[in-house]
């Protein structure tokens, strides 16, 4: 009989500087965020350092006296220091120093130096983490173009500490685990990056024109989920469109965009997508080049933008998301503030209480849970009343040699009433216009 073997977690700690234009609030979500994104990438964090300074240290990020410390407590030796947290050798080792801001290669090197630890910043873990969950070919392309532009500048750096024995360093960038830290020169990050950037444009073409075959085919109502990255955008679009798409309490679970029908399905039919979560500070360069993730923001006629209700922060999560929907050009497009996750506020009291602030706030807003099939359902009907407010009523006449044409206008068209007589049938429908006017024309009456 085989004993099940339990995997050993992977230590981490967290490092952060605190400037003075950033409130202690502010500054405890980022650290509180930069550990979520620890837990996604496999760590478990186990003590964070933080400091107060008017600056980063340019040496080091931190200052002389902090990297100290963290040296004796990565060592373990943290009882031999004047300070509150025990020795950590029953732990195991601490694998890595994740910074909480995005710091220069020669920072990096220094602090990996002084405390023996491998540093990875925030730009580096997020990249990680993209490229561990990224599935489709255009993810792939798009998150490696990211990486090795993350990886250029810190060629030299990755050299130096490699040393003379070409010592190898997991982590960012390369095909493998650090295999090309120190052999890929600039020249050939610039030639690979310009290879990939053939193939995404290529992609980009092709999945045009895909959309254009379906948006012909199914017609132009199109809602985009978007909002911070953990809100339960993937909960929502499961719950409003019936279909198994992945669920995890993790941060960026969903890179890349799925594309579902909502069900039951309505008048016009309505195609749902789901998108990469927003995050603070997330890199320029990832916005850039997963911006092709977010086109179904920009192609949509109504963006679904999700807020976890639950999370104390979440004014800063609207501030993200509106400032990333701003730099893609999505910020015109029409949008439906959804406060998800009412149902980890508390008990009914605290519940009733959030909501109605919520609402008072934000007049428009529907505070709900993924969850509750009742406010799915209450969801669902504003999706469908948004695309049905231009709908017009007509009357169309489908001939007994043509019935053939029945189905099509079940399918394009809200059946209100149906009569017929000797010559075919009539129907009472609402649609849209210009669906109405091309069915007309096909049938004319004589």
């Not at 605190?18 to 509180?32: C, G, K, N």
């Not at 092709?206 to 809602?223: C, D, F, I, S, Y």
Request: net charge negative; hydrophobic share 40%; glycine share 6%.
């Amino acid at each position: 009989m085989q004993k099940e073997v339990q995997e050993k977690p992977t230590y981490a700690v967290v490092a952060a500087v605190q400037l003075p234009h950033v409130s202690d609030t502010e500054f405890d979500a980022s650290i509180a965020e930069l550990r979520e994104l620890a837990k996604t990438l496999g760590y478990k964090v186990i003590h964070t350092f933080t400091q107060k300074r008017g600056s980063f240290d340019t040496t080091g990020y931190l200052g002389i006296g902090k990297r100290q410390e963290i040296h004796h407590f990565v060592r373990g030796e943290a009882a031999t220091l004047d300070s509150a947290f025990p020795p950590t050798p029953h732990l195991g080792p601490i694998e890595a120093i994740l910074v909480d801001h995005e710091i220069s290669p020669s920072q990096a090197r220094n602090l990996e130096l002084e405390t023996g630890c491998e540093v990875m910043d925030r730009t580096m873990v997020i990249l990680e983490i993209f490229h561990r969950n990224a599935r489709s070919r255009a993810a792939k392309a798009q998150v490696e173009i990211a990486r090795l532009g993350y990886m250029a500048p810190r060629l030299r750096e990755m050299a130096k500490l490699a040393g003379p024995q070409g010592r190898q360093r997991s982590g960012v960038g390369g095909r493998g685990a650090g295999e090309s830290h120190t052999e890929m020169d600039r020249r050939k990050i610039r030639d690979r990056i310009a290879e990939l950037q053939l193939e995404i444009t290529a992609m980009e073409v092709e999945r045009k024109t895909q959309r254009a075959r379906r948006q012909e085919r199914q017609g132009l109502a199109g809602v985009a989920l978007v909002g911070y990255t953990n809100a339960g955008k993937s909960t929502l679009m499961r719950a409003l469109t019936g279909s198994e798409v992945l669920v995890a309490n993790k941060l960026f679970a969903t890179l890349d965009t799925t594309v579902r029908a909502l069900y039951p399905e309505s008048v016009p039919r309505v195609l749902v997508s789901d998108t990469v979560g927003f995050i603070k500070n997330l890199p320029h360069g990832l916005v850039a080049s997963f911006k092709s993730t977010l086109d179904e923001a920009l192609d949509a006629s109504l963006l679904l933008h999700v807020v976890d209700a639950s999370d104390p922060g979440f004014e800063r999560q609207l501030e993200v998301t509106n400032t990333v929907l701003t730099e893609i050009g999505a910020d015109d497009v029409p949008r439906l503030r959804i406060f998800n996750k009412i149902d980890h506020v508390g008990d009914e009291v605290a519940q009733a209480e959030c909501t109605a602030a919520l609402r008072e706030k934000y007049p428009d807003c529907i505070v709900m849970s993924a969850r509750r099939p009742d406010e799915v359902a209450r969801l669902q009907a504003a999706i469908i009343a948004f695309f049905q407010q231009d709908l017009v009523e007509a009357e169309l006449f489908l001939p007994w040699s043509a019935q053939q044409w029945r189905g099509q206008i079940y399918s394009q068209c809200e059946v209100l009433e149906e009569r017929a007589d000797g010559d075919g049938a009539f129907f009472r429908v609402r649609g849209e216009a210009s669906v109405l006017q091309e069915l007309n024309a096909k049938f004319p009456r004589g």
